[in-house]
């Protein structure tokens, strides 16, 4: 979180100008699995790019080790028991503030698109629990942020080109981008990789399935990689 909203609200204070925020997020997607880190047999030249011009890390932890929890983290800065999302299903509390809400009340237009985020309920609630959804107003980003969007990976080029359609000219932007990629299922690739080239990491067994999963895994983060460049031609 002090990555991604400290640093421009200090810039802000300081009369700096107000930069844009992308907040790209893949699901499941372990860091070996890069180019840059050195994963040479898939191509990942978009993101490679991306961390070159910018920063890798080289030494960093998640909050936890499950989606909903882990992205509590990312947008609001607190730890999950804190922010008390510790399950699944859990919408976020409304007196829990993120990062976008801040940044809208420093002049930001914000919004989010692509694979469901996980941090209002379920995405198809039982009639009995969207019932509380309801009764108790517990589904809260269509408030949280300007621009609200999540069917699926798919549309996310074209989402993001109507968010900036749709923002004033005069204000700055907070973006958050959600990719399905690479969870499973691995059904989406550009190419195929040969099982034969990955390189197996130590916790699992060299066996033929081991190796033809991770390399169904590698081709759907090289699709993620594609999307992501699409995205950034923007």
């Given at each position: 979180m002090?990555a991604l909203?400290?640093?421009p609200l200090?810039?802000?204070?300081e009369g ?6 992308l907040f790209v997020?893949s699901d499941?997607?372990?860091?070996p699995?890069?180019?840059i ?5 898939m191509?990942?030249p ?6 070159r011009?910018?920063?890798?890390f080289?030494r960093?932890?998640t ?15 607190r730890s999950?028991?804190a ?19 801040v940044?809208r009340?420093?002049g930001?237009?914000?919004g ?5 985020f996980?941090?209002?309920g379920v995405?198809?609630p039982?009639?009995v629990?969207n019932?509380?959804?309801e009764?108790?107003n ?10 609200l969007?999540?069917s699926?990976?798919?549309n ?6 109507e968010f900036?359609a749709?923002?004033?000219?005069d ?9 399905n990629?690479p969870?499973?299922p691995w059904?989406?690739?550009v190419r195929?990789i ?9 916790h699992?067994?060299?066996l033929?399935?081991?190796r033809r ?12 990689d594609?999307d ?7």
């Amino acid at each position: 979180m002090q990555a991604l909203a400290g640093a421009p609200l200090a810039m802000m204070a300081e009369g700096a100008t107000r930069p844009n925020i992308l907040f790209v997020l893949s699901d499941d997607h372990s860091y070996p699995y890069l180019g840059i880190y050195g994963a040479d047999w898939m191509s990942t030249p978009n993101l490679d790019r991306f961390g070159r011009e910018g920063m890798v890390f080289e030494r960093a932890f998640t909050a936890a080790p499950q989606c909903v929890p882990s992205r509590t983290a990312l947008m609001t800065g607190r730890s999950p028991v804190a922010a008390r999302m510790g399950r699944f299903s859990a919408p976020l509390p409304v007196d829990v503030i993120t990062a976008p809400e801040v940044l809208r009340t420093r002049g930001y237009y914000t919004g989010v698109c692509g694979r469901y985020f996980h941090l209002d309920g379920v995405t198809n609630p039982t009639p009995v629990v969207n019932q509380i959804y309801e009764k108790h107003n517990l589904r809260t980003w269509k408030k949280r942020v300007d621009f609200l969007d999540v069917s699926n990976q798919t549309n996310t080029t074209r989402l993001f080109g109507e968010f900036l359609a749709k923002k004033p000219k005069d204000r700055p932007w907070f973006f958050w981008i959600n990719y399905n990629d690479p969870h499973h299922p691995w059904d989406q690739k550009v190419r195929d990789i040969d099982p034969a080239s990955v390189k197996i990491p130590p916790h699992l067994p060299d066996l033929p399935g081991i190796r033809r999963d991770l390399a169904a895994y590698c081709a759907e983060i090289e699709h993620a990689d594609r999307d992501f460049g699409e995205q950034m031609e923007r």
